[in-house]
């Protein structure tokens, strides 16, 4: 079984007829297990037993060429002096593009040779660590100097490029293997920051136009620090992906549409790409909260908190996207709290029913019994209520203020609209026991 091309560690051992068949036997399965070469040669008298293994990383170091242009590129003894001529610069560009394409066919070739995922792994992210560390290394060399015209420029924008095409297709064809967690080289961090400042003023633009300031001047915010090109943020491939993604989603915002009236268009992109910065968490909550504030009835705020919990659930989340990979995602972070309100919301409901409960039932043993019909009553205090003897902003106000005190022996609550409508359509033997009655307390008080 043959490894990938590049250096070998060989032994040869010369052994008798009788003892090679035993040691074969033995040596065999150790010999496939260690990714080695193991072959027999009959020589005059007795047999020849090479055994080579590949060097301890599975390859050679294909990278060492380009490690050679690029220290060829570097500055001259003093920082202002480029030592390189327009031929050495010609030949240097074309060198490293003839590379680049080699190495990338001999990639290919060397992973088919692999037999465990592992070993592959290993293989793709020493690649993408090489190739980071001579763009990091190409890149710290043209800061050194001074003064630069556009044929030094250039040079290094081509040799860039020549690197950055290789990394890239590492990225692509072993994306599997890619270790998007490892820190971007700092050429490639330094030219998406100046993608992001050149995009700033169209972004700050379209976000204002939103009207959404509560969410909108925090993500400018963010937006405007990454693109700061003084800091020493050292970012890796995952978090440039996502404000890459960000960036193109926020140019094209006008195609979300806003959902049910509840969550803008904005707000549901953040949610899809998980934009979880605390800051638009507590922002979202904040602005919900004010809403609910403005409900009086509870039943109302749970009603509205449930639509926004089913909602949100309802929303699109793009997978493996995160601002913040290690924190909550933004669905996780909403749900919680609508939960929690929930809770809350209900347990101050719970408490109000049995305190209705209670006075429901203070009031029913406080209730006065009258041996007179519903209908008797009512036209009773409507012409207490006509003759102006009770102070009542209206009749429908005083029946609804004396009918829980008010109980007959035939009913335990009664009704304070069918009391008033009932004492507007009065039957005649109604009226006439009415009479009766008040005739009754005539001459009683007339005994007083």
Not at 141 to 159: C, H, M, P, W
Not at 198 to 211: C, H, R
Not at 289 to 304: C, M, P, S, T, V
Request: proline share 3%; with cysteine; aromatic share 10%.
């Amino acid at each position: 079984m043959a490894g990938p091309a590049g250096a070998t560690h060989t032994k040869r051992l010369k052994l008798p007829a009788r003892k090679i068949l035993p040691f074969a036997n033995t040596i065999l399965p150790f010999a496939k297990r260690l990714a080695a070469n193991f072959t027999v040669r009959k020589i005059p008298g007795t047999y020849e037993i090479n055994i080579s293994r590949i060097n301890e990383a599975g390859m050679a170091y294909k990278l060492e060429f380009l490690d050679q242009l690029v220290k060829a590129a570097a500055p001259g003894s003093q920082p202002t002096d480029f030592s390189l001529s327009e031929i050495d610069i010609t030949r240097i560009l074309h060198e490293a593009l003839e590379e680049t394409d080699k190495i990338k066919v001999q990639l290919v070739q060397d992973v088919f040779n692999f037999t465990k995922e592992k070993e592959i792994e290993v293989y793709i992210k020493n690649y993408q660590l090489g190739c980071t560390h001579l763009l990091d290394r190409l890149y710290q060399q043209e800061q050194l100097l001074q003064r630069t015209d556009a044929i030094v420029t250039n040079f290094y924008k081509s040799f860039y490029q020549s690197i950055l095409s290789l990394l890239s297709f590492i990225e692509e064809r072993f994306s599997k293997y890619f270790d998007r967690l490892e820190k971007v080289p700092d050429v490639y961090l330094a030219l998406t920051k100046q993608e992001m400042r050149q995009k700033q003023e169209q972004l700050k633009t379209i976000l204002q136009a939103l009207q959404e300031e509560f969410v909108t001047a925090r993500l400018l915010e963010k937006l405007y620090a990454f693109g700061d090109d003084t800091s020493n943020y050292t970012a890796t491939y995952r978090e440039i992906m996502f404000y890459k993604e960000l960036v193109k989603e926020l140019q094209d915002v006008s195609q979300w549409k806003k959902q049910a009236t509840i969550y803008s268009g904005l707000q549901q992109l953040l949610v899809y790409l998980n934009y979880n910065a605390k800051e638009f968490i507590n922002e979202m909550v904040n602005k919900i909260a004010a809403e609910l504030q403005g409900l009086d009835d509870l039943n109302d705020r749970i009603d509205k908190l449930l639509l926004y919990s089913k909602t949100l659930n309802q929303l699109q989340l793009k997978p493996d996207s995160a601002l913040f990979f290690r924190h909550p995602s933004v669905k996780v972070q909403l749900s919680t709290w609508f939960s929690e309100e929930l809770a809350y919301l209900e347990h101050i409901l719970g408490g109000l029913q049995v305190k209705q409960k209670t006075d429901q039932s203070s009031i029913a043993k406080q209730k006065i019994v009258c041996k007179v019909p519903v209908d008797q009553l009512g036209i009773f205090f409507r012409a207490v209520s006509d003759l102006h003897l009770i102070a009542t902003p209206s009749q429908k106000a005083l029946f609804e203020q004396i009918a829980p005190w008010l109980s007959t022996t035939h009913r335990t609550i009664l009704s304070p609209d069918s009391m008033r409508s009932k004492s507007y359509s009065p039957e005649k033997k109604d009226i006439e026991a009415v009479k009766d009655i008040l005739m009754q307390l005539f001459r009683q008080a007339g005994k007083y």
